[in-house]
């Protein structure tokens, strides 16, 4: 399982990687799965050049743990 490269400095993977639902729902799929390049947050920083709040989550929806 490799980790997301973006993930030492994304907010929301260091806000929420510990909590049962983030694992639940991202943690397999986005920031340590085969779903990474597709993550909301991410596309966004690369387009864009800047970051988002720390609770949009890699599918694009505000994350409510
Ligand atoms: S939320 Fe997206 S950018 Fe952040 S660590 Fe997970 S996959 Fe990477």
């Known amino acids: 399982m490799q980790v997301c490269s973006e ?3 994304c907010e929301f993977f260091l806000a929420y990687a510990h909590q049962p639902a983030f694992r639940k729902e991202h943690f ?3 920031c340590f799965g085969p779903l ?3 993550c ?3 596309i966004f920083h ?3 050049g800047l970051t988002q ?3 949009y989550s890699p599918t694009g929806l505000i ?3």
């Open 7 to 9: 993930s030492s400095q």
């Open 28 to 30: 397999n799929y986005f």
């Open 36 to 38: 990474a390049e597709n």
């Open 40 to 42: 909301a947050r991410r």
């Open 46 to 48: 690369q387009e864009k």
């Open 53 to 55: 709040r720390a609770d």
């Open 63 to 65: 994350f409510n743990p």
